[in-house]
């Protein structure tokens, strides 16, 4: 404690004769001028507040609401329904899409002046089959961005008149009309329910189908079957490094 105390009674003098020699250079003491300290400024960020864009369900999700040919692959990653190569794929699948067209195409006494409601309208394919089979109006609902397209697509088939494409989420779009008398929907995936659009679709069915309505399909039937592959549950399971080696090929060896 004591060597704290005399440090402190130095640095008190020291203090005490530098401010004596101040007086004596300057002359008389004048009285202290009180320092004015500037205000702290205040730092203002201007946060930029960006509006929460909408996401699809099992349809996969939207990144932002670009036009497609503003689209990046950073976009199609989050917005995946929007890239033509799918839709490509589901076109050139003949069972799934020939179906449907002669499902409607068959039955246009049942699709005759009724209105009718594309849940998952994609390219419009459903929907333009639903006109062509005698629908008095059309409203498809599409998430993501390859509505865009489908408008042009159903443009250039004459067919902008009778269907009118809405994009958002089926929970949260308003059509023009209360109730439709047939929904058509391709909401099957790998396995049936990979797409998880099922719930979208009971969704729909409980909003805008009168009584008595049809949906296209209206049932669905899963079969499973248990298989083994051998080779590969050999490969997983029962990894034996105790066996031979395999012999090394040699170039003399016949070929089969």
Not at 58 to 64: C, F, L, S, T
Not at 145 to 163: G, R, T
Request: one cysteine or more; hydrophobic letters at 35%.
């Amino acid at each position: 404690m004591g060597i704290k105390h005399s440090s402190r009674c130095l640095l008190l003098r020291r203090k005490m004769a530098e401010a004596e020699n101040v007086e004596v250079c300057g002359g008389p003491s004048q009285p202290v001028q009180p320092v004015v300290l500037p205000k702290p400024v205040q730092l203002v960020q201007h946060v930029i507040h960006t509006p929460i864009q909408p996401s699809c369900p099992g349809r996969g999700k939207m990144a932002k609401l670009l036009n497609p040919e503003e689209m990046t692959s950073r976009d199609y990653y989050f917005d995946s329904y929007a890239h033509f190569g799918i839709h490509e794929e589901m076109l050139k699948d003949e069972v799934r899409t020939l179906t449907y067209r002669n499902s409607m195409y068959h039955n246009k006494h049942v699709f005759k002046d009724k209105i009718v409601l594309d849940v998952g309208s994609g390219t419009g394919i459903l929907s333009m089959f639903a006109a062509k089979a005698g629908a008095k109006k059309v409203y498809g609902i599409e998430c993501s961005s390859v509505s865009d397209y489908s408008e042009k697509i159903i443009k250039a088939n004459h067919l902008d008149n009778i269907i009118t494409i809405f994009r958002g989420k089926v929970e949260e779009v308003e059509l023009p009309v209360d109730k439709v008398d047939i929904i058509i929907t391709e909401w099957m995936g790998y396995c049936l329910f990979y797409e998880s659009m099922l719930n979208t679709v009971i969704f729909a069915r409980d909003k805008w189908l009168k009584p008595g309505g049809l949906m296209f399909p209206d049932r669905a039937a899963l079969y499973v079957v248990a298989i083994e592959d051998r080779q590969y549950k050999d490969f997983k399971i029962h990894c034996e490094y105790d066996r031979p080696p395999p012999p090394l090929y040699s170039p003399h060896d016949p070929i089969n």
